[in-house]
């Protein structure tokens, strides 16, 4: 009886592990899923300080939310995070149906679909080509896999370098956050054929040179192709841009070429403000990502925010941008990152710069565009008119009257690299800040040093 019994439990067991398969554990399906789509996003919670530190240095944070960790694991960040032996899990596989790729250039420039990589290239001459006099067209570089890296250069008189105040609008360097890329197109759109029909668009592009790149990782967006099918939120090799820039804090080594051509035209253009756009929440961010000491000008970053969110507000449906602070956050509030372009930008190279995410689905579906720009369009011009505002001027040399590469410091209240420079070759500068009196400190080698008082007031 016993040897009866124990043959039927074998078999019972035998028909048992058939009609119910072994599911996979998380490690196994973790590399499934990082194999086949280039990445996997999973959630953890969140670590003690330390822990926190070394994910930040090691992985791609890309939210952090009722103290829950989200994080983007690619080929690269793999061994090392199963390593660690976290306790996790794994968001459900994006479905890609609702990225829907246009079938012409005259089906993308409705900006209701996606443009595959070749209309993005064929788009992005056509504003050239039909309006010459207000356009251009040049690359940042080129990808890890050759694919360029686009941007437009629209002003009234787009072929003389002018001395006007110049502006950036760069989107997507992450390359599966998808909205801010058609954004940018569509905005590039929207300037060009209101040109000088709308007082605002013709105010921008008369007083300013304005700089539009869509696509800051056409290897992430496209990265089976010629269309947009499992894109990745890292470039080619498997690195998160917008944790590769220098950092005093860290050492970032092997930085990608997107990087170093990104750094070199931004260097050459001395952008006054900027704006990097992003997707997984609905915020504007604005510096330090990094520290948790505030930016001396913290009041005038959460002030263009705070305009950027409410402007939306007025034109969005309820609940559109109102993460964390009603759409607004200081970075290091947030979660704090190594290497991010932001804070390169507004510590390294004088510059102003906010991230904003734009919609808290990453890949933003196509039949939601519309909504999208219609939310936005008017904060994106509001923003860029930040650069009309603040301290104008010009340093020359009392008797020949020819420019002076000069320092500019105000006392008791620059720090951490606040203060900014003149341009090199017409001397002139901007100098955004919010509303006060201020004593700027001109400097310069081989000169006296000079002060001049000036009252700012709202716009």
């Known amino acids: ?164 105040p110049e502006v950036f609008y760069t989107s997507t360097i992450h390359g599966d956050e998808t909205g801010g890329f058609i954004l940018m197109l569509r905005l ?13 668009v013709k105010e921008l592009v008369d007083n300013l040179e304005i700089w539009i790149n869509p696509n800051a990782n056409p290897d992430g967006s496209y990265r089976t192709g010629d269309i947009i099918s499992s894109p990745t939120r890292s470039n080619a090799n498997g690195y998160d841009l917008n944790r590769n820039f220098p950092d005093p804090d860290d050492d970032i080594t092997n930085k990608q070429k997107e990087t170093l051509d990104m750094i070199r035209f931004m260097r050459k253009h001395n952008f006054v403000i900027s704006a990097n756009f992003h997707a997984g929440e609905e915020v504007v961010n604005f510096p330090w990502d990094r520290w948790s000491k505030r930016h001396p000008d913290d009041d005038w970053f959460y002030s263009i925010s705070r305009k950027y969110a409410d402007m939306v507000h007025l034109h969005a449906i309820p609940g559109y941008m109102t993460f964390l602070e009603n759409g607004v956050t200081n970075g290091y509030d947030w979660y704090y990152i190594y290497g991010g372009r932001q804070d390169f930008v507004t510590l390294e190279l004088q510059g102003r710069e906010v991230t904003i995410e734009l919609d808290d689905t990453k890949l933003t579906p ?69 509303p006060g009196t201020w004593t700027l400190t001109f400097s310069a080698t081989g000169y006296i040093s000079k002060s001049v008082s000036v009252t700012v007031v709202n716009d």
């Open 1 to 164: 009886m016993k040897k009866r019994l124990s043959v039927i439990s074998a078999l019972l067991l035998f028909i048992g592990s058939q009609a119910f398969p072994q599911i996979p554990d998380n490690e196994t399906r973790l590399r499934d899923v990082v194999g086949r789509l280039g990445q996997a996003t999973i959630f953890m919670q969140m670590p003690a300080a330390k822990e926190m530190d070394l994910i930040s240095r090691e992985l791609s944070i890309s939210s952090l939310k009722d103290k829950k960790l989200e994080i983007v694991i690619s080929p690269l960040t793999i061994d090392w995070f199963l390593s660690r032996k976290y306790s996790f899990s794994i968001q459900d596989e994006d479905d890609y149906k609702g990225v829907a790729m246009a079938s012409s250039v005259t089906e993308a420039m409705a900006w209701d679909k996606y443009p595959k990589y070749t209309q993005y290239d064929s788009i992005m001459q056509s504003f050239a080509a039909l309006y010459p006099s207000l356009c251009d067209v040049d690359t940042i570089g080129t990808s890890i896999n050759g694919k360029l890296v686009l941007v437009l250069k629209i002003s009234d008189n787009v072929t003389v370098d002018e001395d006007e």
């Open 366 to 434: 196509a039949s939601a565009l519309n909504a999208l720009w219609e939310y936005n369009y008017r904060s994106l011009l509001g923003y860029l008119g930040n650069a009309l505002y603040g301290i104008h001027g010009k340093v020359t040399d009392f008797s020949s009257g020819t420019p002076v590469p000069a320092k500019i410091f105000i006392e008791g209240h620059d720090a951490d690299s606040s203060h900014i420079y003149t341009d090199s070759v017409t001397g002139s500068f901007t100098r955004l800040i919010a």
């Open 188 to 200: 590039a759109d929207y300037l060009l054929k209101n040109y000088p029909s709308t007082g605002e």
